[in-house]
């Protein structure tokens, strides 16, 4: 299957701090990327959808001021956490589809954010 | 929007035992349905996936069975090992650019 790659794996920052968080397809276009939250043992949420070259779409509840979502090639997505708090500490996951995947959506492996 | 439920919560069976997981689903636009492996601190990994226009695939040890009147889909995992243990999850989603929902999770423990 297609790969994704999400940068970093983990990261540790101070509350306060803002943490940027890529993700790349790396063998297709990802023509829309989707932002996902998975705190202790519960599921996947949906965070925001991206398209390239256009303003992500965020879920309710979500901030947009806060998590700050750029989509600005066919390969790469990052979601910045700006003025990261404790409760902000969380398994971040980005997945991707592309023109040719019908249905299909491929994830990266995930960046868990521990803010201090 | 899209609801998608997943039952049990929790299962543990015995290796060499079959695992059943069933989810059900409510946006009737909905026409692709995939499997997610995840295992602690990594990313969901695709197991399976069915269609609307199919009612069943197989996979080796992994069927998936979908009921597109009920709306519900299952996994059957056969044969079941010590390495089968993770979080499994159902997802649901319509054609274009929509996201996946995904069900709450079930925990597989296979006893050796």
């Known amino acids: 299957g297609a790969v994704v790659s999400q940068h970093p794996s983990w990261v540790i920052c101070k509350s306060g701090t803002s943490v940027k968080i890529e993700c790349r397809s790396l063998?297709?276009?990802?023509?829309?990327m989707f932002w996902y939250r998975q705190f202790p043992k519960q599921s996947l949420m949906l965070m925001a959808t991206?398209?390239?070259?256009?303003?992500?779409?965020?879920e309710q509840g979500v901030e947009k001021d806060k998590f700050l979502i750029n989509h600005a090639s066919l390969t790469l997505s990052t979601l910045t956490v700006t003025s990261a708090h404790p409760e902000d500490s969380s398994f971040y996951i980005c997945?991707?589809?592309?023109?040719?995947?019908?249905?299909?959506?491929?994830f990266g492996e995930g960046s868990r954010l521990t803010v201090l | 929007g899209e609801n998608v439920e997943q039952h049990p919560s929790t299962l543990s069976v015995q290796e060499g035992d079959s695992a059943v997981i069933k989810c059900t689903y409510s946006?009737?636009?909905?026409?692709?349905f995939p499997w997610y492996k995840q295992e602690l601190g990594k990313g969901p990994q695709l197991i399976i996936d069915?269609?609307?226009?199919?009612g069943e695939k197989k996979d080796q040890r992994i069927a998936v069975t979908l009921n597109k009147t009920a709306k519900h889909f299952s996994l059957h995992i056969t044969e079941t090992q010590p390495e089968d243990s993770a979080v499994y999850f159902c997802?649901?989603?319509?054609?274009?650019?929509?996201?996946?929902?995904f069900g709450k999770g079930t925990r597989l423990s296979v006893i050796a």
């Open positions: 997945s991707a589809a592309g023109r040719t995947h019908t249905g299909e959506l491929f």
């Open positions: 063998d297709f276009q990802a023509t829309t």
């Open positions: 991206s398209n390239e070259g256009s303003k992500a779409t965020y």
């Open positions: 946006d009737s636009a909905s026409n692709y």
């Open positions: 069915i269609r609307s226009n199919v």
């Open positions: 997802a649901a989603r319509a054609s274009g650019n929509t996201p996946l929902v």
